[in-house]
């Protein structure tokens, strides 16, 4: 497993990250989740990332019962703040309030005494960015958050919460967008932002739902228990997949298996890859329902696809791919 730093900061994260956004606590038990941590960690994989809402909670939990026992300087522990964890007002949100009592509650359900990263998980135009950073701030300065990130936050925003994180001497090193061959809203105006900020990019869904994974066929029913299925997934994540399943889009991403076939690749393995080619790329998250997605998929670290290949994929997905910056969160 290969690592890079993380923007201009002095942390290193592996190259592929493992996530567990719809499945701990939701859609694997618990004994399926800790086999595919502990795959996760026979592979290299040292940066997990979770939030505090996921499965209502419940991820971090299972998180930290599967880290027990690892020796804490070896990994990256990650976790977000924003959305609604309670039925309260302040459930949510970056207030200094919500911030605060959330950081407490994830060290509590993740079993640790720090955050690596705490990343705002949305953008709070209800709070003030003073009072958002000055929480972060002093989060930093009890030790219980190391560095600071942000997620899905626009070129603008991000500019702005530089300016004060500089100030209150915060540590801003990481945004997490959404990026994948058919999502590249992030590069035209988000990566400019974080270079001349030195934030790093780690990056969530980089297999675009599942998408390509290779498993949703053009004229096919759809695969039962998938994430796009309304049966399996939540109106979010049915959204987020749904996009895609458009017979054009599935027709460009089976000649995309074939060149993954041809460079001695699986597609997902073609799809992380594609991701990590991107330097300012510090880590690409996956997630798995079983601990052998997990050993394949951690195989496109170290990929390094030739220019040709990525002209390929580009003329093959010409006219699909979405790059919007206003779609950005």
Known sequence: MNHRKLGTSGLHLSEIAYGNWITHGAQVDNDTAHACVHA????????????????????????????????????????KVCHPTGTGR??????????????????????????DIYYAHRFDATVSLEETFLAFSDLVRQGKVLYV???????????????LARELKVPLVASQPQYSMLWRVMEAEVVP????????QVVWSPLAQGILSGKYLPGQPMPEGSRASTAAGSPFMNKLAG?????EVLEAITQLSSMA?????????????????????????????????????????????????????????EGLVERDPSKTG
Request: aromatic share 4%; glycine share 8%.
């Open 261 to 317: 076939s041809e460079v001695g690749l699986t597609l997902p393995q073609l799809a992380i890859a594609w991701v990590l080619q991107n330097p300012q790329v510090s880590s690409a998250i996956i997630g798995a329902s079983k601990p052998e997605q997990v050993i394949e998929n951690a195989k496109a670290a170290g990929i390094r696809l030739d220019r040709e290949v990525m002209m390929q994929i580009d003329r093959v997905l």
């Open 90 to 115: 302040n459930a949510r949100g970056l207030s200094r309030k919500h911030i605060m009592e959330a950081c407490h509650a994830s060290l509590n359900r993740l079993q640790t005494d720090y955050i």
């Open 193 to 200: 932002a974080c270079v001349r900020e030195g934030i790093g």
């Open 243 to 247: 996009q895609w399943l458009r017979t």
């Open 40 to 79: 996760a960690l026979d592979v290299g994989i040292t940066t997990f990332d979770t939030a505090d809402v996921y499965s209502d909670t419940k991820a971090e939990m299972v998180l930290g019962q599967a880290l027990k026992g690892v020796h804490r300087a070896d990994i990256e522990l990650c976790t």
């Open 149 to 163: 990130g942000i997620s899905e936050w626009t070129a603008d925003q991000i500019a702005e919460g530089a300016i």
